[in-house]
């Protein structure tokens, strides 16, 4: 942990004073993005220090060879990874033909990093001494446009202090990078060619395999203290790169800059052989904007999204900057414009885990979406799903399943399994439910049934046969089971009747069937169209609900809980409290074999059933199981604190609810885990929001209506958070005295506070007391 | 399967015909060894088609770096695998300039290979014409010396049939070899020196890493129609290899040959700065016995085995060829000289599996090598694991266990572990018990209890610590239960209370228990030294006591059969009869998930608990058991059949049990599994052994003396076979009339037969009537 190391500010991530061992994680913590590219806070000069560089474009990937230690059938053999792309940033710098390199010049004073959330940029301002003994102040600010979502903007700016100097800006594209997680050291691009036009240049590179085009380009402009000058650049290219040079005799005091305009354009969005011809469109409409004009767009564009998806805390700087980070980089990596994307679980900050997607979209991030944007936006992430759907039925063939079953993979980029362990692979197979519960999520908070009947019914019907032929009937429990499986609980592996998994099953059957008749009833016309892609006949039908009406759920009399899975209590059950702290974080310090027998669970399983369908459960229910299971928690996954904080305030544990929420909330900028140079923990930071409006707004929709019950931890003087329900906006302000609800807009909303059922009138204030 | 290729023959393997899709997988079948080193059986002269290149020297082993795809505490960061040693046998043959190469000459005629199981050679002949219509006639013989176990001698002899030729015989010394299996590429060998003196060469390499000093070497001498020819050689060296030429004119129908002795000195058996010298030493031992001496030494070597080792059927040809090819190649393996040595799954005949030693050693190799060599060979088998017992404290300690607790690794060469599956390396802890019954096995068979007092105490004192720090307490239970296993069936992965595990852990503890009271009474100054080594208290030992006293097992009162795990009659229950055959080998049909959750078993799991501790068990018992597992048994292990034989046998379905013996004895030669390009099939060649004398023979040792219940197959005439019992040495011939029973020696031996106890004079035939 490193709790003071970024400074506390409501609105910027700050960092002062220059640490060659912190450029990894500062990388990380200040990366940038727009939803379609995003970036590391790589230097724009060169760097000789470690460094993690990278630059990924959204929907662009490279399936690399599968590595394994022992293979077993039903691996991919190869997945999907982010992947590097070309670089575009880079701005080498000359000072009097030294190049300027923050790791061997002589000193280094005032270093500071800005990430301003508020308007979306990242700047840099330092005075380097060089080994030549010229002083030089830089300042450097660098954003990726949210309007043209192609483009990213650099300005950059050198002032020799002690001495008149020569300064050279060498501008670059480079596709000569490689992925740090590559298995087999494998080439993921061919270039195609190099070119260059006046100031602009391009490289025109395909991925190898999937043969993504893209064309990466830059335009630059020099000036000298404001005033633009005209330099004809020296050119150098290689097979692979492309570097432009201005160089100028700069006066002492004087500022050298250069504006850079840069990115990509993709064949997914264009023709592929228009990719230059789309470059030098983007370029020219982002030249007459102007670097400025750019800056005002993005800023403009921030502030419409954060009047929607702010929450702001009183009282506690670092609660309020810690919940804007994960509300910051969730919108920097996904804003809902394209359904071919999801949300990475490193989003543009970094390579590991190969794939996009994983079931945290459907059980984490589609909250946060659906009630922060446009309803349309969490539709484009269930209709990613749907456009997957026949590589989910191939994957389910794979492991031997039939007529239409669906699993959906554990991780993804296009459909395809991304992963290889086959205690997660194949068996953790919940995630399938996820998908299921998302549409009833959506379905319950914005009332588009249209979903359903259009496309979301197949993939209910998918995913339920999946659970019918992956039940068995045992004779001896006279109960259909399901055995070997992972429950989201991955500290148990190859278990049988996960109680969670069960539960899930269950469900996702009923909710099918459920559809099946309210479609057939309601849309004919869809339900024609759909059986007969789909050959579901009535007998399929029973079969499915007999394993559902008669799935087994392992419960203990004595501690009147459901069991996590069979056999739970012939653990050794010494509570985590009790556990040496020298033994921890356990998935460091012990061998797997003893991580899984022993009863220590890394982040809600049960609890997570609870989370999902807590309204088929009494509150004592709850308590019960909440006091059971918690305290073998361990919480090592950075999805976990958020469970349980929201059920901890459900419970009234404020002092409780809110340990979680800390934990959840400064993950990375804390550094809890020790792996922020890695990148960060991006869907985990929906989880930070739910904390809030879920645990401590208490939020939830109930019989077809938005209830709140709100609390407020005893350390904050008050907070507030905003959400768009069925298109009306509605802003709730909790503070240790009363909550004051705030309804936007022309209609009037009925909603229920602690039980009680209120109307609130549009541009009105009501006010609850607590 | 491939029932027809070799022909069957009594004494020889023999191939007819050349097919370059079976070069491989004949490499392997053809392999020859002398327990010191082996090779596959690769052509001297140049081969430019398909060919896995292999030799191999006992001992000499490399830390691959681990691959893996998701890494898991507490895995192995190198380990130990199977190293290719520099190529000592190469004889590049060029015929008027033209190199000879079966791959691409234009014809091929009366190719036969042949390996003389009966005298210990290889040989190959044939007839090829050449792309510039020279046809030669080609005669070879090679053979690893039993006497000289350093080196190897090879006769190759060559005939121009149409035409006079210009003969060039070029045999070299070639240490720029790999593995084929290496993980990332790595080179294994660090050359230090090449050298040579006359017409001898000497290449010194040292092993990367492991240090393994090594000199390879050979001598070669040429000759016209059997004249030795004075021919001075053209020598061509690199920085890895060096090459001699001998090239003659030779006319039609005389023959050039060329005797070359080579092999390799080791620092494991000499210093390492006198290798050359060693190698100097032996070569100069070889010349003077001369080619055919040694020969005519290596017959009478493999006399000496076969006397003791051979199992002769009558009325069986194949039978007879497949138990010869199981003992013969188990012998190339493993003599017992050195108890650094042990017995490898593949032996010397390919790289696949890193490691030397499996729990195959204990379970299945032991009581062939006790009863077909002198005791002492067993007793170094044994010794191997107490000289690595510190290694297994070690390996345990890494897993969390303390205080002299002892795992011993699945797969190892020098002690450390050589697997990373966390289901087997951490799980399939069962190896441990099999290391533990190996030393009450050789007590029971030799009655030699001095190993016990002086070293095996230790192991087994190191093996029952494991087992009660391993098992836990389950209060709902009220049982001391085992979780997260893998029994002997690897087809269940991480479950609870494996039946033969914890029967082995607690027979473990009682044997340890009885053995520290025994040597307390009876060896008092090595308890004492053993017990101030160990710190063993009596309280601890009542706590090993408590733990086996209340250990947990899992039994169906339905089926009053003891069950495989918790939870195995939850499993849908078709028994293999009733898969479809389309569906198998399952282990290449199906995804590892529904393997899991399949009821199907690899290779005997309870039944192995039965075949170890039959006395326990009435036939009763043992019938009801087989009856409710072995139809849910696949024998997708080699190490499957030979068991159920045994047990077949005993319940008397002869049919049965001959059905799995043919199975097993023939399991290479007929390539059953279509892998035999790999390598054989080693430690399963013991389990052929154990089918006959202990299944069809019916051979125990009961009550401290022999014990005999002698059957035959329908399909044979008869069957022999020998045994060393305690230094008396027994030979058994049974046929379909009557069962002759001969006692070498001096000495009377009482034995049991058909439950009658019978006095055996020596230099005498008992006949029993069957």
Known sequence: MNQN?????????????????????????????????????????????????????????????TRVGWWKNGYPEYFAKVLNAPNWIGINVKVNNEILDLFTCKGIEGFRRELNMKEGWLSRSFKATLQNDVQVAVKTKRFLSLDLDEVGAIRYEITPLNTDATITFSPYLDAGITNEDTNWDDKFWDVLSVNHDNNQAFIDAKTMKTAFHTCTFMESQVFINNSLVDITPEIESTSNSIIFSYFHNIKQGETFSIEKIGGYTVDCNHDKSELTVAAKKVLKQAKTIGFSGLLENQKKAWTNIWDMADITIEGDVKAQQGIRFNIFQLNQTYLGKDSRLNIGPKGFTGEKYGGSTYWDTEAYCIPFYMATKNQSVARSLLEYRYNHLERAIENAEKLGFTSGAALYPMVTMNGEECHNEWEITFEEIHRNGAISFAIYNYYRYTNDYSYIPEKGLEVLIGIARFWHQRASFSKSKNKFVILGVTGPNEYENNVNNNWYTNYLAQWCIQYAIENIKKVEAEYSSDYIRIMNKVKLSISEIDAWKNVADNMYFPYSKTHQVYLQQDGFLDKDLITVANLDTSQRPINQKWSWDRILRSPYIKQADVLQGFYFFEEQFTQQELERHFDFYEPFTVHESSLSPCVH?????????????????????????DDYNKEVHEGLHITSMAGTWMSIVEGFGGMRVKDNKLSFTPKIPKQWKGYSFKINFRNLILKVHVTQQDTTFELEGHDTLQIEINDTVRILKPNNYENVSR
Do not use: C
Request: aromatic share 16%; no cysteine.
């Open 5 to 65: 190391y970024i400074k506390p500010d409501q609105w910027s991530i700050i960092e002062e004073g220059f640490d060659a061992s912190r450029v990894k994680s500062s990388e990380s913590l200040f990366s940038i993005g727009n939803g379609a590219m995003g970036q590391r806070a790589n230097f724009e000069e060169q760097y000789s220090g470690s460094t993690f560089q990278g630059s990924y474009i959204a929907g662009v990937y490279y399936p690399d060879k």
């Open 645 to 669: 904080s929201i059920q901890a305030a459900k419970l009234d544990r404020m002092e409780q609810a809110y340990t979680f929420y800390l934990r959840t909330s400064r993950l990375d900028l």
